[in-house]
């Protein structure tokens, strides 16, 4: 089943110019081992635990979340803020 487009991922599929974001977050993903860091961290990272609770962020999201605080100097809130209001984020449509 095709999940339904909104109007908001519509306008950024048709969108025609690309951002510096855009392109420095390609640049980004092109650049850094994101495989090899991900395979490295991965059995550190915590799992959700037999009592529950809320489900861990998915380790790829907070490792470029991480990047992005070591290369600009950012605490959470203006990281929060990008990642719920820029569909540019990754480059596909979705958040970080």
């Not at 110019?17 to 980004?28: C, D």
């Not at 092109?30 to 961290?41: C, E």
């Not at 070591?70 to 929060?80: E, F, K, N, R, T």
Request: hydrophobic residues 45%; contains cysteine.
């Amino acid at each position: 089943m095709r999940k339904q487009l909104t109007f908001a991922s519509l306008a950024h599929a048709t969108k025609k110019k690309v951002t510096r974001r855009e392109k420095f977050l390609a640049e980004m993903e092109a650049v850094v081992p994101w495989s090899r860091l991900l395979a490295l961290i991965e059995p550190h990272y915590p799992k959700m635990g037999s009592k529950g609770g809320r489900p861990a962020i998915p380790l790829a999201v907070m490792l470029r979340i991480y990047c992005l605080q070591q290369w600009y100097a950012l605490s959470d809130p203006p990281l929060v803020h990008v990642n719920m209001h820029c569909r540019a984020v990754d480059g596909r449509g979705k958040s970080l």
